[in-house]
């Protein structure tokens, strides 16, 4: 289907973008912009901003952005002609289909689409309609798999001639060079081309949406020679991380019931659904990526990961915990008796015997405890205390701190451990995982009691200076000549308190004044090891800085809103200064007895304070 370019500008500009998001994340207002938590990576902070001005979205801790078309795309996973349809049905605007004029890049994909469907359906037709289809169709009789489920996940057979696929597609016109991009054939190297899938039963890969974007073929009979599955490969319309098989069949259910079962084959899917159990997806044998769970997430929460009992499923479905927990979901694992799977179990077992495992699931803690059991590591205490560890590793990876001390609590428990042992260890963790997140709600935690008490109240901790002192110089590794130039003109290298700040900043000025001001390069120049990581730390912690200019960032590009924050951070920094200075003269002043020395300092507490009025109203400097 094709949209004349006119009619897309039509849409684009009569629809609002703050709408359309606010119908997938919650939005409220920050100045003359939208923000909310981005759903395009994960965050608790939220840097996803929307500006209804300028119709269009940024995200500053993913750079992710663009217009209403492009959020939908990457939001729904949809072409970006499905996603110029729904803003139009939402508008209520009547598309009018024209043959001439459209855009490159939907010519491109549709027409990628096409082929694909053409391909589905001649392996479709191969299957159920062609006489050495039999071989097929009486595999999957065997299977137990049902004529009308074969139909509904679109099951097709590729034929083992090389020039099948091949013959068929050049007869109905089709760019041979866009058939190779999808990977459906293959280019031999005297130039000519054979089919990619041959003696395979095919399992065409959908979009959430329902379009053909990629195929699996698996083999008849395992053959050592042969992979057992061959996938297509990746293209524009196929990302592999972020899509997961069987989810356009079962997202309705998954939403309904508000929950999954995650397991790792096609054929295991496809029996499991044939069964009854709907609310389910695959991962294709690998571990889940942060992309398929992300996409996931915006289903459901709740997942019962369901793996193969060998060592490979094992490890996949104990990474892919990893990836879950990180995401919040609420992890449960069934494992399945030895030698049976998904698809071998609901066959022998059915329905009901397969929902009863699913509800005695473990909870993912209790299953990596089963499986260190199995392994034999509480015997020997060294390899109790390692896989003591990883429990409380994992445990770790909860974002939720009351499920995480729930969680902590059942360790102790089940290995007799005193908590504060675990908590110790819980901390560890916590600290290098989460480093960042933690600076973050701190630095939260100061700015805010700043706009609730004033500043003289929060200079009472004498942490505050130096916190201010670190934004400085991690001000000075940001690159930008002017936001150096402006550090320099109010502060010098002499201000700061500690001689390691004191060194840095005196670096970074000598090399300003030599036009050297990347922080590739001064960094390079920082002699000792300690202070370089330090450097780097700062540098991680970027993202906070980032997080604090973006309040700035209603309108100006990036590199405005960091001049603006670092006036900012710079005035503070003199204010603070100053309160220093007056308290500590007053101290002074109680003790002395000299009535002109006190006199003295009476008069420059005067003038501080004047200074101080200056600074703080932005008169009378370029602060
Ligand atoms: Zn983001």
Request: one cysteine or more; proline letters at 2%.
């Amino acid at each position: 289907m094709r949209i004349p370019e006119l009619k897309i500008e039509e849409i684009r500009a009569s629809a609002n973008i703050l709408d359309v998001i606010s119908g997938y994340v919650q939005m409220r207002k920050r100045g003359k912009n939208y923000i909310g938590l981005c759903p395009f990576h994960q965050e608790k902070t939220p840097s996803f901003t929307v500006s209804e001005d300028k119709q269009i979205y940024h995200c500053f801790g993913c750079h992710s952005g663009g217009n209403v078309f492009k959020f939908l795309m990457e939001y729904r996973n949809i072409s970006f002609v499905e996603s110029v349809q729904e803003v139009a049905e939402m508008l209520g605007i009547k598309l009018s289909f024209d043959n001439e004029t459209y855009t490159q890049e939907q010519t491109e994909n549709e027409l990628l689409y096409e082929i694909n469907v053409l391909a589905a359906k001649f392996f479709s037709n191969n299957l159920f309609n062609s006489d050495d289809g039999e071989f097929a169709r009486e595999y999957l009789k065997n299977r137990k798999i049902k004529l009308a489920t074969q139909r509904a996940f679109g099951l097709g057979f590729a034929r083992p001639e090389w020039e099948n696929l091949l013959f068929y597609l050049k007869e109905n016109n089709v760019d041979i060079e866009k058939a190779l991009q999808l990977g459906l054939i293959d280019k031999r190297d005297d130039g000519g081309y054979y089919d990619k899938f041959r003696g395979r039963l095919i399992f065409p890969i959908l979009s959430p949406n329902g379009r053909v974007i990629a195929f699996g073929g698996r083999v008849f009979e395992n053959d050592a020679k042969v992979a057992k599955y061959l996938n297509s490969p990746e293209s524009i319309i196929y990302l592999k991380r972020k899509s997961l098989y069987g989810l356009f069949h079962s997202k309705d259910e998954i939403r309904r019931l508000d929950k999954v079962v995650l397991v790792e084959g096609y054929m295991d899917l496809i029996s499991l659904y044939q069964g009854g159990i709907k609310n389910v997806v695959a991962s294709s044998g690998t571990s889940l990526t942060e992309d398929q769970v992300h996409l996931l997430s915006r289903f459901t929460k709740n997942i019962t990961v369901l793996f193969d009992a060998d060592t490979a499923g094992e490890k996949a479905s104990l990474r892919s915990i990893e990836i879950l927990l990180k995401q919040d979901f609420d992890v449960r694992v069934v494992s399945l008796p030895e030698n049976e799977d998904p698809d071998s179990f609901i066959n022998k077992f059915g329905k009901d015997a397969f929902e009863e495992k699913i509800n005695h699931a473990k909870n993912f803690l209790e299953y990596q405890t089963a499986q260190y059991e199995k392994r034999g590591d509480f015997q020997d205490p060294v390899k109790q205390t390692a896989a003591i560890r990883e429990l409380v590793k994992s445990a770790a990876l909860v974002n939720d701190e009351l499920k995480r001390n729930i969680l902590l609590k059942s360790i102790s428990k089940k290995f007799n451990l005193r908590e504060k042992l675990l908590e110790a260890e819980l901390d560890n963790f916590l600290t290098s995982e989460r480093i960042k997140e933690i600076r973050a709600a701190e630095f939260k935690t100061i700015s805010n009691e700043q706009k609730k008490d004033g500043l003289a109240d929060s200079i009472k901790s004498s942490s505050l200076g130096s916190q201010f002192e670190k934004e400085i110089i991690a001000l000075l590794f940001e690159g930008n000549t002017e936001v150096i130039g402006n550090v320099f003109d109010h502060i010098l290298p002499e201000d700061l308190s500690t001689e390691q700040f004191k060194k840095l900043a005196q670096m970074v000025y000598e090399n300003y004044l030599n036009d050297v001001t990347a922080p590739s390069a001064l960094i390079e120049k920082i002699g000792d090891e300690e202070t370089k990581n330090f450097i780097f730390s700062l540098a991680l912690n970027k993202e906070i800085i980032s997080k604090r200019w973006e309040e700035y960032s209603y309108n100006a590009g990036v590199d405005a809103d960091l001049v603006q924050y670092s006036r900012d951070v710079i005035k503070k920094f003199s204010l603070i200064k100053i309160e220093q200075q007056i308290k500590e003269n007053n101290e002074a002043i109680t003790q002395l007895e000299n009535e002109n020395e006190i006199m003295d300092l009476m008069r420059l507490n005067k003038e501080l304070t004047e200074e101080k009025r200056i600074v703080q109203n932005g008169s009378g400097g370029s602060l």
